[in-house]
């Protein structure tokens, strides 16, 4: 079935650092790639998300490249400030194939990012 | 703008009580989702509603069932509930099924089984 597989954290990074968190996937169908974040005590955010081959999806200085040829979706930042300390969610929709129209996470991978 | 909203937003039950936990998503949205999220681990998938019809049902346990009303607001009953069963329980919803769609996450209930 599909399924998505995320760097395991924790990650600590200095503030300014360049952030990569990887994200692949296996899909049966045609998928939708998301980011969703995740702050302490709080629900899940969309961070970003594209719908097919090739898409960037970008947001508040995020991005991630769909990439079929590797069935991956890593996410990337120049420059991580303290405030985007969170954990953060790889997750396809697969409507048409294994995930039919929910969401199938990664297991996430939480950023610490120092002052 | 409108959000998800769950009711209630912690919660404290003994085992083998029954919860009921509310969602109401956002106007004009016709999918219903929820999900289970246990400590330090992702959220999973339990069970969907589009046009007040349920339409997939993941890992959802016999215990638990669950509805959508015509003012399309779902509520999750969870029946027979044991420890296991604390956990994060997010509704989101989505303006329409189709593919590409994202997702809008409610700020969760907070279940402790004791």
């Known amino acids: 079935g599909d399924s998505v597989t995320q760097m395991e954290g924790p990650v600590t990074l200095s503030e300014e650092a360049f952030l990569t968190i990887n994200c692949t996937y296996t899909?049966?169908?045609?998928?939708?790639l998301f980011w969703y974040v995740q702050y302490p005590g709080e629900g899940l955010q969309l961070l970003l998300k594209?719908?097919?081959?090739?898409d960037k999806g970008s947001n508040k200085g995020f991005e991630a490249t769909y990439r079929k040829e590797t069935t991956s979706f890593h996410l990337e930042k120049g420059s991580v400030q303290v405030s985007d300390s969170a954990v953060y969610f790889c997750?396809?929709?697969?409507?048409?194939?294994?995930?039919?129209?929910?969401?199938?996470f990664g297991k996430g991978t939480k950023l610490s990012v120092k002052p | 703008a409108a959000g998800v909203i769950q009711s209630p937003r912690h919660l404290i039950k003994e085992k083998r009580e029954t919860a009921t936990l509310k969602c109401y998503p956002i106007?004009?949205?016709?999918?219903v989702y929820w999900y289970q999220q246990g400590p330090g681990q992702d959220p999973q998938f339990l069970i969907s509603?589009?046009?007040?019809?349920?339409?997939d049902k993941g890992s959802i346990p016999d215990r638990f069932s669950a509805q959508q009303f015509s003012d399309y607001h779902s509520e999750l009953n969870m029946s027979s509930l044991e420890l296991g069963d604390s956990a994060l329980y997010f509704c989101?919803?989505?303006?329409?099924?189709?593919?590409?769609?994202?997702?809008?996450f409610g700020p969760g209930t907070r279940l402790t089984v004791t």
């Open positions: 989101a919803s989505s303006p329409t099924k189709l593919s590409g769609y994202e997702q809008y």
């Open positions: 899909a049966t169908g045609y998928p939708s």
């Open positions: 594209a719908t097919k081959a090739d």
């Open positions: 997750a396809l929709s697969d409507p048409y194939g294994g995930s039919q129209g929910n969401l199938i």
């Open positions: 106007p004009r949205h016709d999918t």
């Open positions: 509603f589009y046009e007040k019809m349920q339409s």
